[in-house]
């Protein structure tokens, strides 16, 4: 008698010590897919960089725009200094000062001048290349906006992939919580099978590893949903220990099916994750438009006036006061039509052209390879379906019998008529079936928002689970 109220008190300490670990979710706030996707779109850092890229292009393109105005330079100087000038020329290289004037054999004295100076320059004609740059701009802030769109379709696919993934093990760590109830329930029916002496005492060792095993499988399961948890809240950017996952995507899984519209093939003019490669295209062909109008003659404006005033009288007389040189003495006025083309611009036209056509063609077969790839794993993922889905028909069956099963072996077990081995062979087989509909379940839903996601369709699947 001593024994088995140790025994009992023993089994009441494992029992209150399960009871403690029993999950905080049971009574938690439900965070559903599309939360948790808003939330994402709100935090990721990744998103919020390429929202700026894009505005970058965007003030780029009034960058290229402001190109077509034209230079207005003015200028104004007080100058002091000597006038000794030499015959014969050279190269200023944009540093050697101007001293116009006659060769003389005296050495000046220091003098002083006032200048000023507005130059105006413009190229009014470039025959198409203002307008193949402008392109060219707006050609890379599609590329922008189509990486921001890809790289959101792509922390979409991994949130909805974590997520179920994190509703997975929630609904695991049920049936663990379930199997330690009916470890509660093996033990109480040991205990009255003791008292009434139709079972050894041996049966409640037995029970008490069965209970341990139980609790360990259960610790476990919850670890790993907690894990999955703290991942999902990484993505979001939320904490998601104070929330559950929305159970009823189970069920909506299979009714809506036909309404995703999933196709064969990826389709490049709507699938963002091949969309990046046609946008690049485009820029590239953009690039190319803008080499080959580069290289064209362009007409140009170019107007200057300016008014000077010197300390050197016109008869060569050195003032002897610096301030005789400041007052204006003289204004000119220049304005003419330039025409400007390099002759040996056409093999630079050519070199760029060839590399940019190279390019485009390396590109589009980038896109090509990437479209094949995600049609063969679109193939492959519809393959799976079929067959996923028939493993799921027969799931129901064999849950049905375990059940039935366990049933049966506990009433049998309760009226002393088996062993307590086969009452949990059948306990086992329950919680295996259990497990497996979960995770057939889960294949399913899984390979559905996977033929969505290569499909192109993930607005469809997320707007199927919307409540």
Not at 91 to 100: H, M
Not at 209 to 229: S, V
Not at 232 to 247: K, N, R, Y
């Amino acid at each position: 008698m001593v024994i088995f109220l140790l025994w009992r008190m023993r089994l009441c300490i494992l029992v209150a010590l399960i009871i403690s670990f029993l999950p905080h979710v049971i009574n938690a706030q439900v965070l559903t897919l599309h939360d948790a996707i808003n939330k994402a779109y709100a935090h990721y850092p990744l998103l919020k960089q390429h929202q700026h890229e894009i505005e970058a292009a965007g003030a780029h393109i009034a960058s290229v725009n402001g190109g077509r105005l034209p230079s207005l330079t003015i200028q104004d100087q007080l100058t002091a200094g000597t006038d000794n000038a030499l015959q014969g020329g050279y190269y200023s290289l944009g540093i050697v000062p101007s001293t116009p004037g006659s060769y003389t054999n005296i050495r000046n004295s220091p003098n002083a001048g006032n200048v000023g100076i507005a130059l105006l320059k413009w190229e009014f004609a470039t025959f198409g290349y203002n307008k193949t740059r402008e392109n060219e701009a707006r050609a890379q802030l599609s590329v922008s906006q189509s990486i921001l769109n890809r790289d959101k379709y792509l922390l979409t696919q991994n949130l909805i992939c974590t997520y179920l993934d994190w509703l997975k093990k929630y609904q695991l760590l049920k049936v663990q919580q379930e199997n330690l109830q009916r470890v509660q329930i093996l033990l109480n029916a040991i205990r009255a099978n003791i008292m009434s002496g139709l079972k050894p005492g041996v049966d409640s060792s037995t029970a008490i590893a069965a209970l341990a095993d139980a609790r360990i499988n259960y610790l476990t399961c919850l670890d790993n949903y907690h894990n999955a948890g703290i991942t999902l809240g990484t993505l979001s950017g939320m904490p998601t220990l104070q929330e559950m996952p929305d159970t009823g995507l189970l069920s909506k899984a299979y009714i809506q099916t036909e309404n995703l519209d999933i196709r064969d093939t990826a389709m490049a003019a709507s699938h963002p994750l091949l969309d990046v490669f046609k946008k690049n295209i485009e820029r590239q062909l953009a690039s190319n438009q803008s080499i080959a109008h580069k290289y064209l003659p362009k007409l140009g404006l170019d107007a200057a006036g300016w008014v000077r005033s010197s300390g050197i009288s016109p008869t060569g007389v050195y003032p002897d006061n610096l301030a005789y040189g400041m007052p204006y003495s003289k204004n000119n006025y220049l304005i003419g039509v330039t025409a400007t083309y390099n002759l040996f611009d056409l093999k630079h036209r050519h070199d760029e052209l060839v590399e940019g056509n190279y390019t485009a063609e390396a590109l589009e077969s980038t896109l090509d390879y990437q479209q094949t790839s995600l049609n063969g794993l679109l193939a492959q993922a519809n393959g799976t379906w079929s067959i996923t889905l028939e493993k799921f028909k027969e799931i129901p069956a064999q849950l049905s019998a375990a059940r039935q099963a366990y049933g049966q072996q506990m009433a049998l077990y309760r009226s002393g008529l088996n062993t307590l081995v086969e009452l949990t062979n059948a306990q086992y087989s329950l919680t295996q079936a259990e497990t497996n509909y979960i995770l057939v379940q889960d294949d399913l839903l899984q390979l559905l928002f996977i033929r969505a996601g290569l499909s192109g369709r993930l607005d469809n699947f997320l707007q199927n689970f919307k409540q």
